[in-house]
Protein backbone atom coordinates (compact mmCIF):
# COMPACT_ATOMS: atom_id res chain seq x y z
CA UNK A 1 0.00 0.00 0.00
CA UNK A 2 2.68 2.39 1.16
CA UNK A 3 4.25 1.32 -2.44
CA UNK A 4 1.00 2.15 -3.90
CA UNK A 5 0.39 5.42 -2.40
CA UNK A 6 4.03 6.72 -3.41
CA UNK A 7 3.46 5.71 -6.59
CA UNK A 8 0.40 7.92 -7.11
CA UNK A 9 2.60 10.53 -5.34
CA UNK A 10 5.26 10.55 -7.63
CA UNK A 11 3.60 9.86 -11.00
CA UNK A 12 0.91 12.21 -10.47
CA UNK A 13 3.44 15.31 -10.52
CA UNK A 14 4.22 14.05 -14.23
CA UNK A 15 2.39 14.50 -17.33
CA UNK A 16 0.62 11.02 -18.45
CA UNK A 17 0.56 10.37 -22.23
CA UNK A 18 -3.00 11.03 -24.03
CA UNK A 19 -4.62 10.49 -26.99
CA UNK A 20 -6.79 13.97 -26.52
CA UNK A 21 -7.33 16.95 -24.53
CA UNK A 22 -9.70 17.43 -21.66
CA UNK A 23 -12.87 19.38 -22.34
CA UNK A 24 -11.86 22.03 -19.64
CA UNK A 25 -8.35 22.63 -21.41
CA UNK A 26 -9.87 23.23 -24.57
CA UNK A 27 -12.25 26.05 -23.42
CA UNK A 28 -10.21 27.62 -20.53
CA UNK A 29 -9.89 30.65 -22.71
CA UNK A 30 -13.43 31.67 -22.98
CA UNK A 31 -13.79 32.54 -19.17
CA UNK A 32 -10.83 35.23 -20.66
CA UNK A 33 -11.90 38.92 -20.25
CA UNK A 34 -11.52 39.09 -24.42
CA UNK A 35 -11.64 35.84 -25.55
CA UNK A 36 -10.88 34.89 -28.77
CA UNK A 37 -13.46 32.46 -29.78
CA UNK A 38 -17.51 31.92 -29.11
CA UNK A 39 -18.89 29.14 -27.32
CA UNK A 40 -22.18 27.72 -27.63
CA UNK A 41 -23.86 24.90 -25.43
CA UNK A 42 -26.40 23.02 -28.24
CA UNK A 43 -29.75 22.37 -27.15
CA UNK A 44 -33.09 22.07 -28.69
CA UNK A 45 -34.30 25.15 -27.76
CA UNK A 46 -31.15 26.94 -29.48
CA UNK A 47 -30.59 24.54 -32.61
CA UNK A 48 -33.79 26.55 -34.80
CA UNK A 49 -31.14 29.53 -34.05
CA UNK A 50 -28.42 27.77 -34.65
CA UNK A 51 -29.55 25.99 -37.65
CA UNK A 52 -30.57 29.50 -39.89
CA UNK A 53 -26.65 31.17 -39.27
CA UNK A 54 -24.58 31.28 -42.21
CA UNK A 55 -23.13 28.15 -43.73
CA UNK A 56 -19.48 27.75 -43.72
CA UNK A 57 -16.91 25.95 -46.19
CA UNK A 58 -16.94 24.67 -49.98
CA UNK A 59 -20.35 23.73 -50.54
CA UNK A 60 -22.45 22.56 -53.40
CA UNK A 61 -24.87 25.66 -55.62
CA UNK A 62 -27.94 24.16 -54.51
CA UNK A 63 -29.37 26.50 -57.81
CA UNK A 64 -30.19 23.06 -59.83
CA UNK A 65 -32.29 24.08 -62.98
CA UNK A 66 -35.32 21.80 -62.76
CA UNK A 67 -36.92 19.70 -65.69
CA UNK A 68 -38.65 21.25 -68.51
CA UNK A 69 -39.84 19.47 -71.85
CA UNK A 70 -38.12 20.44 -75.12
CA UNK A 71 -39.50 19.28 -78.85
CA UNK A 72 -38.85 15.81 -79.95
CA UNK A 73 -36.71 16.39 -83.23
CA UNK A 74 -33.52 18.09 -83.86
CA UNK A 75 -32.68 21.81 -85.33
CA UNK A 76 -30.07 22.45 -87.43
CA UNK A 77 -26.97 24.52 -86.14
CA UNK A 78 -23.52 26.10 -88.00
CA UNK A 79 -21.37 23.19 -88.30
CA UNK A 80 -23.93 20.55 -88.74
CA UNK A 81 -23.74 18.28 -92.02
CA UNK A 82 -26.63 17.66 -94.01
CA UNK A 83 -27.12 15.46 -97.12
CA UNK A 84 -29.18 16.44 -99.85
CA UNK A 85 -30.49 14.02 -102.46
CA UNK A 86 -32.87 15.72 -105.25
CA UNK A 87 -35.06 13.93 -107.49
CA UNK A 88 -36.21 14.96 -110.83
CA UNK A 89 -38.04 13.27 -113.56
CA UNK A 90 -37.87 15.82 -116.70
CA UNK A 91 -35.71 14.20 -119.07
CA UNK A 92 -33.42 17.79 -119.61
CA UNK A 93 -32.71 18.19 -115.73
CA UNK A 94 -30.48 21.04 -114.66
CA UNK A 95 -29.31 18.63 -111.49
CA UNK A 96 -29.56 15.38 -112.85
CA UNK A 97 -27.98 12.81 -115.23
CA UNK A 98 -29.60 11.55 -118.23
CA UNK A 99 -29.79 8.25 -117.20
CA UNK A 100 -30.26 8.95 -113.11
CA UNK A 101 -33.57 10.71 -111.33
CA UNK A 102 -31.68 11.94 -108.50
CA UNK A 103 -28.30 13.58 -107.46
CA UNK A 104 -26.84 14.04 -104.23
CA UNK A 105 -24.98 16.47 -102.20
CA UNK A 106 -23.33 14.53 -99.37
CA UNK A 107 -21.64 16.71 -96.24
CA UNK A 108 -22.68 20.17 -97.06
CA UNK A 109 -21.71 21.90 -93.79
CA UNK A 110 -23.71 24.76 -92.83
CA UNK A 111 -21.79 27.43 -92.31
CA UNK A 112 -21.41 30.54 -89.78
CA UNK A 113 -23.98 32.28 -91.29
CA UNK A 114 -26.34 29.77 -91.06
CA UNK A 115 -26.69 28.80 -94.56
CA UNK A 116 -25.91 26.21 -97.24
CA UNK A 117 -25.16 26.60 -101.11
CA UNK A 118 -27.22 25.18 -103.72
CA UNK A 119 -26.05 25.55 -107.49
CA UNK A 120 -28.61 27.38 -109.54
CA UNK A 121 -30.26 28.08 -106.14
CA UNK A 122 -27.19 30.36 -103.96
CA UNK A 123 -27.67 30.56 -100.56
CA UNK A 124 -30.48 28.94 -98.09
CA UNK A 125 -30.91 29.40 -94.63
CA UNK A 126 -31.49 26.70 -92.75
CA UNK A 127 -29.95 27.67 -89.41
CA UNK A 128 -32.30 26.86 -86.41
CA UNK A 129 -35.52 24.58 -88.42
CA UNK A 130 -36.11 21.15 -88.41
CA UNK A 131 -34.74 18.98 -91.05
CA UNK A 132 -38.38 18.33 -92.31
CA UNK A 133 -38.56 22.30 -92.27
CA UNK A 134 -35.26 22.48 -94.05
CA UNK A 135 -36.16 20.05 -96.45
CA UNK A 136 -39.48 22.18 -97.44
CA UNK A 137 -37.53 24.97 -97.77
CA UNK A 138 -34.80 24.36 -100.12
CA UNK A 139 -37.72 22.19 -102.11
CA UNK A 140 -39.50 25.68 -102.63
CA UNK A 141 -36.39 27.24 -103.82
CA UNK A 142 -35.51 24.84 -105.99
CA UNK A 143 -39.51 25.02 -107.69
CA UNK A 144 -38.00 27.82 -109.60
CA UNK A 145 -35.94 26.22 -111.76
CA UNK A 146 -36.96 22.43 -111.29
CA UNK A 147 -40.91 22.47 -110.58
CA UNK A 148 -40.82 18.73 -110.29
CA UNK A 149 -37.90 18.40 -107.47
CA UNK A 150 -38.40 16.47 -104.94
CA UNK A 151 -35.88 16.47 -101.74
CA UNK A 152 -34.71 14.11 -99.24
CA UNK A 153 -32.57 15.54 -96.69
CA UNK A 154 -30.46 13.65 -93.85
CA UNK A 155 -28.40 15.12 -90.71
CA UNK A 156 -25.62 14.76 -89.20
CA UNK A 157 -24.95 17.07 -86.22
CA UNK A 158 -21.91 18.98 -85.78
CA UNK A 159 -20.42 20.19 -82.26
CA UNK A 160 -22.83 23.14 -82.08
CA UNK A 161 -25.68 20.43 -81.67
CA UNK A 162 -24.26 17.70 -78.59
CA UNK A 163 -22.90 18.12 -75.12
CA UNK A 164 -19.86 17.01 -73.67
CA UNK A 165 -19.51 14.27 -70.71
CA UNK A 166 -16.17 14.61 -69.39
CA UNK A 167 -15.81 11.83 -66.44
CA UNK A 168 -17.28 9.67 -64.19
CA UNK A 169 -19.20 7.68 -66.88
CA UNK A 170 -17.92 4.29 -68.33
CA UNK A 171 -17.51 6.03 -71.82
CA UNK A 172 -17.28 9.78 -71.38
CA UNK A 173 -16.51 11.97 -75.29
CA UNK A 174 -19.14 14.01 -77.04
CA UNK A 175 -23.08 13.37 -77.63
CA UNK A 176 -24.75 14.34 -80.33
CA UNK A 177 -28.39 15.72 -79.07
CA UNK A 178 -31.00 13.06 -80.60
CA UNK A 179 -33.75 16.10 -80.22
CA UNK A 180 -34.38 19.07 -78.38
CA UNK A 181 -35.83 16.56 -75.35
CA UNK A 182 -33.04 15.67 -74.33
CA UNK A 183 -32.13 15.40 -70.76
CA UNK A 184 -29.46 14.91 -68.33
CA UNK A 185 -30.28 11.24 -67.09
CA UNK A 186 -30.47 10.39 -70.83
CA UNK A 187 -27.13 12.14 -71.35
CA UNK A 188 -25.49 9.74 -68.11
CA UNK A 189 -27.34 6.70 -69.71
CA UNK A 190 -26.00 6.82 -72.76
CA UNK A 191 -22.54 7.14 -71.56
CA UNK A 192 -22.38 4.25 -69.52
CA UNK A 193 -23.69 5.12 -66.50
CA UNK A 194 -22.16 7.00 -63.16
CA UNK A 195 -18.96 4.40 -62.10
CA UNK A 196 -20.21 2.13 -58.69
CA UNK A 197 -16.50 2.99 -57.27
CA UNK A 198 -17.37 6.43 -56.78
CA UNK A 199 -18.13 7.67 -53.33
CA UNK A 200 -21.43 9.98 -53.11
CA UNK A 201 -20.70 11.18 -56.87
CA UNK A 202 -21.55 15.22 -58.04
CA UNK A 203 -23.13 15.28 -60.95
CA UNK A 204 -22.17 19.15 -61.99
CA UNK A 205 -23.69 21.38 -65.44
CA UNK A 206 -21.78 23.94 -66.78
CA UNK A 207 -23.27 26.08 -69.41
CA UNK A 208 -22.88 29.80 -70.70
CA UNK A 209 -20.26 30.36 -67.67
CA UNK A 210 -22.42 29.25 -64.95
CA UNK A 211 -22.08 25.92 -63.15
CA UNK A 212 -24.76 23.99 -60.92
CA UNK A 213 -24.17 21.34 -58.98
CA UNK A 214 -26.15 18.40 -57.15
CA UNK A 215 -25.81 14.76 -55.46
CA UNK A 216 -25.85 12.10 -57.98
CA UNK A 217 -28.61 10.72 -55.24
CA UNK A 218 -30.99 13.71 -55.24
CA UNK A 219 -31.06 13.72 -58.89
CA UNK A 220 -31.53 10.05 -59.64
CA UNK A 221 -34.23 10.31 -56.70
CA UNK A 222 -36.72 12.82 -58.30
CA UNK A 223 -37.46 13.69 -61.95
CA UNK A 224 -37.88 17.08 -61.04
CA UNK A 225 -34.36 17.50 -61.49
CA UNK A 226 -33.84 15.85 -64.67
CA UNK A 227 -32.66 18.80 -65.62
CA UNK A 228 -33.27 19.95 -69.96
CA UNK A 229 -29.98 19.90 -71.95
CA UNK A 230 -29.19 22.43 -74.18
CA UNK A 231 -26.40 22.82 -77.07
CA UNK A 232 -22.59 22.77 -76.00
CA UNK A 233 -23.56 22.14 -72.14
CA UNK A 234 -20.46 20.41 -70.16
CA UNK A 235 -21.47 17.92 -67.54
CA UNK A 236 -18.86 16.42 -65.16
CA UNK A 237 -19.60 13.39 -62.85
CA UNK A 238 -16.94 13.48 -59.66
CA UNK A 239 -16.82 12.56 -56.31
CA UNK A 240 -17.83 14.89 -53.30
CA UNK A 241 -14.41 16.28 -52.24
CA UNK A 242 -16.14 17.86 -49.18
CA UNK A 243 -14.36 16.92 -45.89
CA UNK A 244 -14.26 17.40 -42.07
CA UNK A 245 -12.00 16.65 -39.81
CA UNK A 246 -12.26 14.34 -36.69
CA UNK A 247 -9.93 14.42 -33.82
CA UNK A 248 -9.75 13.24 -29.81
CA UNK A 249 -10.67 10.26 -28.18
CA UNK A 250 -12.60 8.38 -31.22
CA UNK A 251 -11.31 5.42 -32.94
CA UNK A 252 -10.72 6.92 -36.24
CA UNK A 253 -8.85 10.35 -36.21
CA UNK A 254 -8.86 11.28 -40.03
CA UNK A 255 -9.86 13.70 -42.50
CA UNK A 256 -13.15 12.33 -43.39
CA UNK A 257 -15.15 12.99 -46.92
CA UNK A 258 -18.97 13.32 -46.92
CA UNK A 259 -21.00 10.30 -47.95
CA UNK A 260 -23.83 12.28 -48.65
CA UNK A 261 -25.07 15.77 -49.27
CA UNK A 262 -25.74 16.20 -45.88
CA UNK A 263 -24.02 15.00 -42.50
CA UNK A 264 -25.40 16.08 -38.84
CA UNK A 265 -23.27 15.51 -35.80
CA UNK A 266 -24.30 12.09 -34.61
CA UNK A 267 -23.38 11.04 -37.92
CA UNK A 268 -19.95 12.55 -38.04
CA UNK A 269 -19.39 10.76 -35.09
CA UNK A 270 -20.31 7.34 -36.52
CA UNK A 271 -17.99 8.09 -39.38
CA UNK A 272 -15.18 8.55 -37.08
CA UNK A 273 -15.53 5.02 -35.44
CA UNK A 274 -17.73 6.44 -32.07
CA UNK A 275 -16.65 7.48 -29.24
CA UNK A 276 -13.66 5.72 -27.37
CA UNK A 277 -15.58 4.19 -24.69
CA UNK A 278 -12.64 3.99 -22.35
CA UNK A 279 -11.18 7.50 -22.73
CA UNK A 280 -13.86 9.53 -24.48
CA UNK A 281 -16.20 12.33 -22.42
CA UNK A 282 -19.67 12.06 -23.67
CA UNK A 283 -20.09 15.11 -22.16
CA UNK A 284 -17.55 17.10 -24.23
CA UNK A 285 -18.02 16.25 -27.73
CA UNK A 286 -17.15 19.89 -29.93
CA UNK A 287 -17.54 21.05 -33.17
CA UNK A 288 -14.87 23.74 -33.86
CA UNK A 289 -16.29 26.17 -37.11
CA UNK A 290 -14.68 29.29 -38.35
CA UNK A 291 -16.70 32.20 -39.82
CA UNK A 292 -15.81 34.54 -42.51
CA UNK A 293 -15.71 38.40 -40.89
CA UNK A 294 -18.95 39.03 -43.47
CA UNK A 295 -20.67 36.56 -41.41
CA UNK A 296 -20.66 38.07 -38.11
CA UNK A 297 -23.66 39.53 -36.92
CA UNK A 298 -23.58 41.33 -33.17
CA UNK A 299 -27.84 40.60 -33.28
CA UNK A 300 -27.54 37.01 -32.32
CA UNK A 301 -28.48 36.52 -36.25
CA UNK A 302 -25.19 35.01 -36.59
CA UNK A 303 -21.93 34.37 -34.45
CA UNK A 304 -20.38 37.36 -33.24
CA UNK A 305 -16.75 35.56 -33.14
CA UNK A 306 -14.94 34.32 -36.40
CA UNK A 307 -13.88 31.54 -34.56
CA UNK A 308 -17.09 29.08 -32.60
CA UNK A 309 -17.01 26.33 -30.70
CA UNK A 310 -19.96 24.08 -30.12
CA UNK A 311 -19.92 22.11 -27.40
CA UNK A 312 -22.39 18.86 -26.91
CA UNK A 313 -23.96 17.07 -23.79
CA UNK A 314 -24.40 13.19 -25.55
CA UNK A 315 -25.37 11.82 -21.91
CA UNK A 316 -28.93 13.88 -22.41
CA UNK A 317 -31.18 13.28 -24.57
CA UNK A 318 -31.43 17.18 -25.02
CA UNK A 319 -28.00 16.68 -25.86
CA UNK A 320 -28.28 13.55 -28.26
CA UNK A 321 -31.87 15.18 -30.11
CA UNK A 322 -29.70 18.24 -30.76
CA UNK A 323 -26.77 16.67 -32.30
CA UNK A 324 -28.99 14.81 -34.68
CA UNK A 325 -29.73 18.66 -35.77
CA UNK A 326 -26.59 19.90 -35.88
CA UNK A 327 -25.46 19.63 -39.43
CA UNK A 328 -22.17 19.58 -39.85
CA UNK A 329 -20.69 21.64 -42.67
CA UNK A 330 -16.75 21.20 -45.01
CA UNK A 331 -13.87 21.87 -42.92
CA UNK A 332 -15.15 21.84 -39.80
CA UNK A 333 -13.21 19.85 -36.53
CA UNK A 334 -15.54 17.48 -34.56
CA UNK A 335 -13.21 16.56 -31.23
CA UNK A 336 -14.31 13.97 -28.71
CA UNK A 337 -12.51 15.28 -25.86
CA UNK A 338 -10.89 12.86 -23.10
CA UNK A 339 -12.35 11.79 -19.81
CA UNK A 340 -10.87 13.96 -16.61
CA UNK A 341 -11.21 10.43 -15.12
CA UNK A 342 -9.13 8.88 -18.25
CA UNK A 343 -5.67 10.33 -16.67
CA UNK A 344 -6.54 8.97 -13.67
CA UNK A 345 -6.87 5.73 -15.07
CA UNK A 346 -3.75 5.74 -16.86
CA UNK A 347 -2.21 6.37 -14.02
CA UNK A 348 -3.78 3.07 -11.51
CA UNK A 349 -2.59 1.46 -14.40
CA UNK A 350 0.79 2.02 -14.83
CA UNK A 351 1.09 2.13 -10.46
CA UNK A 352 -0.83 -1.50 -11.02
CA UNK A 353 1.93 -2.46 -13.52
CA UNK A 354 4.97 -1.17 -11.13
CA UNK A 355 3.35 -2.94 -7.60
CA UNK A 356 2.63 -6.28 -10.02
CA UNK A 357 6.28 -6.57 -11.22
CA UNK A 358 7.31 -5.78 -7.54
CA UNK A 359 5.62 -8.67 -6.31
CA UNK A 360 7.02 -10.86 -8.60
CA UNK A 361 10.40 -9.81 -8.00
CA UNK A 362 10.01 -10.18 -5.13
CA UNK A 363 8.31 -13.53 -5.12
CA UNK A 364 11.29 -14.85 -7.28
CA UNK A 365 13.84 -13.95 -4.58
CA UNK A 366 11.96 -15.27 -1.75
CA UNK A 367 11.92 -18.30 -3.43
CA UNK A 368 16.14 -18.61 -3.50
Known sequence: MIALVAGVAILGGCSLPRGAAVQSEVLSEADAEYPSFQVIDVTRANMPLIASWPRTGPEMDRNWLGTSTGANQSVIQTGDLVNIRIWDSQENSLLTNPSEKSTEMPNVEVGANGAIFLPYVDEVFIRGLTPNSARQRIQSKLEAIVPTAQVQLSLTQGRSNSVEMVGGVSSPGSYAMPSRNYKILGLIADAGGISSSM?????????????????ANTLLGSGSYNTLLLPGDTV?????????????????????????EEVNALEALSLMGGLYDVRADPKGVMV?????????????????????????????????????????????????????????????SIVNSGVTTTQRSVAAANAF
Open 199 to 215: KNPLVRLMRQGATYEIS
Open 236 to 260: VVEEDDRTFTGMGASSRQTVVNFPK
Open 288 to 348: LREYSPRQLRSDGSAPNMQQVVFTFDLTSADGLFAARKFQIYPDDVVLATESPLAGLQTLL
